[in-house]
């Protein structure tokens, strides 16, 4: 069928295979075109369809010849449907990946659960025996927990006091004040259960015991910081509150991998456009301005960039890896840059609808959310007939 953008809210309902597959090629030809790194090995995606968890497999098999496993929870294709993104692009990875003679198999279903678990570990155990890195990367609004079985919900709330600012529908390009009011306890607790760390060492634990992870192996988890203008539905909010226990959860992990001699690393991203920040009230607003900036002092980076540079310039220069004093990775330090952020702060301060598209890169923004979903890529004909219902060939 003919695949068209078919936007609702924060989302788009459709997806174009072609343009996926067009997404993921352009990000393995950035890591090839930056060189070898002498990086992982085996390496666990989970979170691996979109995103930074997407880059980061991208990464790891085009950067350093490594054999994946992605864990993902995607939509496949129905008759006259199309999948979620993340399952086009897992497609065209394995695709580029079994071109490139390198092993890549991929797992659809909720990671939170105990069942996924077991089936990764399993098909560690006959694929690849141990691996040596696990990329954790997931961004969801639900998570039932496997112990209690509480379908727990996160929220985006800011902590004690009601929070005022500008916000941007990118769609339209207005600017318009957004009022969120406070969130519960019950609110916290939640968002910690959803995002927090107890499902990354729960993942660590399981692997640990199983003997799948190799001597020296390495766990990583993303986290944000970002601006003061986000904080209080940011990092003073309650996802803030859930990325303190997911950066605390690390060194809880490093001292369970200590007979392994494994570490457990958070590094801290920069704010991109993807499926999970869009839906974030004032984000979209802080990314347009911010972007506006970082391209034009030739900064800007999106997520394949971030990951090849986490890789090549932190984790592995074969010399000890940099954290700051929270021992968190920064590879959001071109986005915190004190230049950086004074400008955007002064944008902030005066940005309207009327002036947004000079000041911000709006048009960047919408760019790349609909890239995401595989729509806007040159060389790709929208026009022509696409196949929607290939599928992914082994996927578990
Ligand atoms: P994303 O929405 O692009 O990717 C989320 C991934 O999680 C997808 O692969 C999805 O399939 C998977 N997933 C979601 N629920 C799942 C489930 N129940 N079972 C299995 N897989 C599931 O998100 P992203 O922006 O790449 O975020 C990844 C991490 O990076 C998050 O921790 C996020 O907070 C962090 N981060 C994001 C930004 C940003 O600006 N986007 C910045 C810094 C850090
Ligand atoms: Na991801």
Not at 220 to 226: F, P, T
């Amino acid at each position: 069928m003919i695949i068209e953008p078919r936007m609702r809210g924060f989302i788009c309902l459709t997806s174009h295979p072609k343009g996926c597959e067009k997404n993921v090629l352009n990000q393995i030809d950035y890591v090839k075109s930056k060189g070898a790194i002498d990086g992982p090995k085996k390496v666990l995606v989970i979170g691996a369809s979109t995103g930074f968890g997407l880059a980061s497999r991208i990464t790891s098999a085009f950067g350093s010849d490594a054999a994946t496993i992605g864990v993902f929870f995607e939509k496949a294709p129905a008759e006259g449907k199309t999948a979620s993104p993340g399952y086009y692009n897992s497609l065209a990875f394995e695709a580029a990946a079994g071109k490139a003679g390198l092993y890549a198999k991929s797992i659809n279903g909720d990671a939170f659960s105990n069942e996924v678990k077991e089936q990764t570990i399993d098909l560690i155990k006959a694929d690849l025996g141990q691996i040596d890195l696990v990329i954790y990367s997931l961004a969801s609004p639900v998570r039932q927990h496997p112990v209690t079985g509480v379908l727990h919900r996160s929220v985006l709330k800011p902590i004690g006091d009601t929070f005022t600012d500008k916000t941007v529908d990118f769609h339209t390009g207005i600017v318009s004040d957004v009022t969120i009011t406070p969130c519960s306890d019950e609110d916290i607790a939640n968002t910690v259960e959803v995002m927090g760390g107890e499902d990354w060492a729960m993942w660590m634990d399981a692997l640990l015991n199983a003997g799948v992870l190799a001597d020296g192996a390495m766990t990583v988890a993303y986290s944000y910081i970002g601006p003061k203008v986000t904080e209080p539905v940011y990092r003073k909010g309650t996802i803030g509150m859930a990325k303190d226990h997911l950066e605390a959860t690390a060194f809880k992990i490093t001292d369970d991998l200590a007979k392994i001699g494994g570490k457990a690393f958070v590094s801290v991203n920069k704010a991109l456009v993807t499926q999970a920040s869009s839906a974030i009230p004032v984000i979209p607003l802080y990314i347009s301005l911010l972007y506006k900036i970082m391209k034009a002092e030739g900064t800007h980076e999106g997520c394949i960039e971030q990951i090849q540079r986490l890789f090549s310039a932190r984790l592995y220069t074969n010399g000890t890896i940099p954290v700051d004093e929270k021992g968190r990775i920064r590879i959001d330090d071109w986005e915190m840059n004190p230049e950086v952020q004074k400008e955007v702060a002064e944008l902030w301060k005066g940005a309207t609808t009327e002036n947004l598209t000079a000041i911000g890169d709006l048009a960047g923004y919408k760019s790349d959310f609909l890239n995401l979903f595989g729509f806007g890529f040159d060389g790709v004909d929208y026009a022509a007939e696409a196949n929607e219902m290939v599928e992914i060939p082994g996927l578990i």
